[in-house]
């Protein structure tokens, strides 16, 4: 597979290789400096074990990193006891840092100043949430739009509490900013951009369930994250009384990876026209 685990260390590797220093946050970056340096970004959008994992790798490799969680997430449930747990997993004793990945509404104001309160409300609350798990000021967007990100590109800081904007000028555009957003690049494609005199400075952002569940696209992908979400979302269902007694350990492995592997079968197939029309375009 293209994306996997084995792939995302030695991509790591390499970028420290290369001399890099892996910044420990956004208040850790020295845009004054000559020396290389990186910010290591996951956003976690569906997964939180998959995150873990990411997390116990970066940790093994002495690497540190910053993970954004949602206040509102479809997936998880910031205010469960399986989330907490997991966010602390992440945290570690304080090799990671951990941030808001914040939402933004369907329909913006026509006023985007107001987004800010916004922003500052849900951080409030995500940190209030947490307690005492530890929510650094660091804000970044899910999925923003243009003229989100051009407003608010030279906001360095955002709201009363100075939080720090992952898009902000100084980590987006002075440096090189680079995401596998729906596998845009390959592990290769990644290591040609880390080369200190091209670009002494780079924001990564890298989303744990491409590169821990792992495929050769994005559909592939996709495939592979349903085993895990299954099993997530099975933490919840066991606590039914009935569902607990009739699966205890979950649905039998055997009918979870017959249902993964029918979705990956679709997902290629699919994916081969899919590319097939891109390829006429």
């Known amino acids: 597979m293209i994306y996997c685990p084995e792939s995302y260390i030695a991509l790591l590797e390499h970028i420290r290789s290369q001399g890099y220093r892996f910044a420990a946050g956004y208040h850790d970056w020295d845009s004054a400096s000559d020396e290389p340096q990186v910010i290591l970004r996951h956003d976690i959008d569906v997964s939180l074990g998959l995150a873990v994992r990411m997390a116990m790798l970066d940790r093994e490799l002495g690497i540190p990193s910053i993970f954004f969680a949602m206040l509102r997430s479809p997936h998880y449930n910031i205010y469960a006891t399986q989330t907490r747990a997991a966010l602390e997993m992440i945290v570690g004793s304080g090799e990671h840092r951990l941030g808001l990945h914040y939402t933004p509404p369907d329909k913006l104001p026509a006023d985007l100043a107001e987004v800010e309160s916004w922003v500052q409300a849900d951080w409030e609350e ?38 720090w904007n992952a898009y902000s000028q100084p980590y987006f555009l ?79 492995d055997s009918i979870r990876d017959s249902f993964a592997q029918q979705v990956k079968r679709e997902a290629t197939k699919r994916w081969e026209a899919y590319s097939g029309r891109r390829s006429l375009d």
């Open 126 to 163: 995500l940190y209030k949430a947490l307690l005492p798990i530890p929510v650094t000021p660091e804000v970044s967007w899910h999925r923003p739009t243009l003229s989100l990100l051009r407003h608010y590109c030279e906001r360095k800081f955002l709201g009363r509490a100075f939080l």
């Open 174 to 252: 002075d440096a090189k900013f680079l995401s596998d957003s729906n596998c845009r690049y390959t592990d290769d494609e990644l290591r040609k951009f880390f080369d200190p005199t091209a670009n002494p400075r780079v924001q990564l952002l890298i989303h744990p369930l491409i590169w821990m569940a792992g495929g050769d696209n994005m559909l592939q992908v996709w495939a592979n994250v349903w085993p895990h979400l299954i099993r997530e979302q099975e933490v919840e269902l066991r606590e039914s009384r009935i569902y607990g007694a009739a699966f205890p350990c979950g649905i039998p």
